[in-house]
């Protein structure tokens, strides 16, 4: 069957709980036509039901879809620890469904 993944969906707000997220790298993405963010799970005290399981430093893709100016990058520097304002529209992908991308607003924790 074709185009499954299009009646998936993640709960994003249930799966950021118990985690704390640090930028690790920032470009403007001229394909999405806004800030791109590599994001790194710093902390994550979520249970998964298995002690030996952990998604710390793991690594997903944030297009921050209200920063469309090539000028917004300056927003954001590596190191930097963001919080999730909004979650739009979010991809699992990849041959093992363990990849994440997200449409977001976030913010910078100051």
Request: hydrophobic share 40%.
């Amino acid at each position: 069957m074709k185009k499954l993944n299009q009646f998936q969906k993640f709960d994003f707000a249930s799966w950021q709980k118990g985690k704390k997220f640090m930028i690790q790298g920032v470009r403007f993405n001229e394909k999405k036509g806004c800030v791109s963010l590599d994001v790194v799970i710093y902390e994550d005290t979520t249970d998964y039901g298995d002690p030996s399981v952990t998604n710390l430093f793991e690594k997903f893709k944030v297009h921050c879809i209200q920063d469309v100016k090539e000028s917004d990058v300056e927003k954001y520097a590596p190191r930097d620890v963001i919080i999730f304002k909004n979650i739009g529209k979010c991809t699992v992908w990849g041959d093992f469904a363990s990849q994440l991308s997200a449409e977001a607003v976030v913010e910078v924790v100051k």
